[in-house]
C-alpha cells in the first residue's frame, strides 16, 4: 500500500501514538474502550476491538471488524481496509 504504515490494531500503542500525531492540530479523547480524535469537523473513532467510526461533513463511516489500520502522515490520512470494503479518513487542513 504505497507509502502507509500498516499497524494492527492490536498494537495499541502504536495505534494511538499515530492518532495523536494525526491529530496534531485538533483534540484526542480517550477511554478504556477506544480512541477518538477530532480534527476541525471531523472525528475517527476506533475501539480496542476493532470498531472504526468516522464522521466529516457530507458523509459517515463505519466498520466492526477491522484487524489493521494503515497510516500515512505525509498526506494526513489513516485508511481502513476490509475485505472488499476501503475508506480513507484525511484530518482536513
Do not use: C, Q
Amino acid at each position: 500500500m504505497g507509502d502507509y504504515e500498516r499497524v494492527p490494531v492490536e498494537d495499541w500503542a502504536d495505534v494511538t501514538d499515530h492518532l495523536r500525531e494525526l491529530a496534531a492540530d485538533g483534540e484526542v479523547s480517550e477511554s478504556d474502550e477506544g480512541v477518538e480524535i477530532t480534527v476541525g469537523s471531523a472525528t475517527f473513532l476506533v475501539t480496542k476491538d476493532g470498531r472504526v467510526s468516522a464522521g466529516m461533513p457530507l458523509h459517515d463511516f463505519e466498520d466492526g471488524e477491522v484487524e489493521v489500520l494503515y497510516f500515512d502522515h505525509d498526506r494526513g490520512a489513516v485508511r481502513v481496509e476490509n475485505g472488499d470494503r476501503s475508506y480513507e479518513f484525511r484530518a482536513p487542513s
